[in-house]
């Protein structure tokens, strides 16, 4: 999943986002060594000349030659506050800002507009130009440290990227919503839960469209209920677009979409559209590249129009993401 994340950065310098030090290792505080790391991605990639990496983006990005910048730090908790030390370094280790950050903690809104604004600084000082809208979406998308909480756990749990997550995972994104409804934290991590779940059942040949039609439904509960902003993990919005009915819902999701092209595909492929069907699935593959089934089919439509070196490499990519590949 990180090969979709990354498709989605701009190309150019790249910042390393590390997971943070819980310093005082207070009961209840360890959730944030990777929420504060995860915050200060999504800030920061409101940056529009920046690859910004975490996580397992982080290991499929940096190989040998590291980041030109790197965001580092700790956290300690003091009695009724926090404080959050941030450290902003260059490519040959040198310290060019440290921040100190304290704050009511928890539940105390400064959790989410201190971090937003290290965040500002931290791109004037990497000299990146930013979509201040997309720092404010993730700063206002809740106010709720517990919210924010059970999301970051959630997503935890979505790592995992195996079936065994829905229970758990939907568990943690439903309290979102009991603390905050109007947050669109749960309704983001639900949405995100089902299209992975559905994406996972159709590569494995097993029922998916219910998963994909939960998740569409989470959507326009969102939509419905939900603050109107961006979805919380800011992505820029891809080259590709999809057909008119999935942006009446204004979906962004890249699981969402994919599903959308690949039906489409598929649909124009049993009505011997060749043409549309080949066209639908590099639709697909171009929202989600982790996508086997359609790079299948881009190969085996590309042999019938004699594309030998196209069909080769659409092969190459399916039998690379799944060595099992066969049709479905």
């Not at 690859?51 to 982080?58: E, P, W, Y």
């Not at 829905?166 to 299209?195: C, M, N, Q």
């Not at 992505?235 to 979906?251: G, N, Y």
């Not at 699981?255 to 092209?261: G, M, S």
């Amino acid at each position: 999943m990180a090969t979709a994340e990354l498709s989605d950065l701009p190309e150019g310098r790249v910042l390393l986002v590390k997971t943070f030090e819980d310093f005082t290792k207070m009961p209840g505080d360890s959730w944030m060594s990777v929420g504060i790391r995860d915050y200060l991605t999504s800030c920061l990639r409101a940056a529009d000349s920046l690859r910004v990496v975490s996580g397992t983006t982080a290991n499929a990005q940096i190989t040998s030659g590291g980041a030109d910048f790197t965001v580092e730090g700790k956290f300690q908790h003091l009695g009724e506050n926090l404080r959050v030390f941030i450290n902003l370094t260059d490519g040959s280790g040198t310290l060019l800002k440290q921040f100190a950050l304290t704050f009511p903690y928890p539940d105390n809104k400064e959790f989410f507009t201190k971090l937003a604004e290290a965040a500002t600084q931290i791109l004037g000082i990497a000299d990146s130009k930013f979509d201040q809208k997309i720092i404010d979406a993730v700063r206002d998308a809740t106010a709720s440290t517990r919210a924010f909480e059970s999301y970051i756990k959630g997503r935890e749990e979505l790592r995992k990227y195996t079936p065994s997550i829905l229970a758990p995972a939907k568990r943690w994104f439903d309290d979102v919503k009991r603390i905050d409804y109007r947050s669109p934290l749960g309704y983001e991590g639900i949405i995100d839960l089902h299209t992975f779940l559905g994406f996972y059942n159709r590569q494995n040949g097993l029922p998916f469209a219910s998963h994909f039609q939960a998740a569409q439904q989470e959507l326009v509960e969102m939509l419905r209920l939900a603050k109107p902003a961006p979805l919380f993990m800011s992505r820029k919005k891809s080259k590709v677009t999809a057909k008119p009915k999935s942006q009446d819902l204004k979906i962004e999701n890249k699981f969402i979409l994919n599903n959308i092209a690949y039906l489409e595909a598929m649909t124009a492929l049993d009505a011997g559209q060749n043409e549309e069907s080949i066209n639908a699935f590099k639709r697909a593959v171009a929202f989600l590249p982790e996508d086997p089934i359609s790079w299948y089919y881009i190969a085996l439509l590309e042999g019938r129009k004699k594309n030998t070196a196209e069909a080769d490499q659409a092969m190459s990519k399916a039998r690379l993401l799944n060595p099992c590949i066969r049709r479905p």
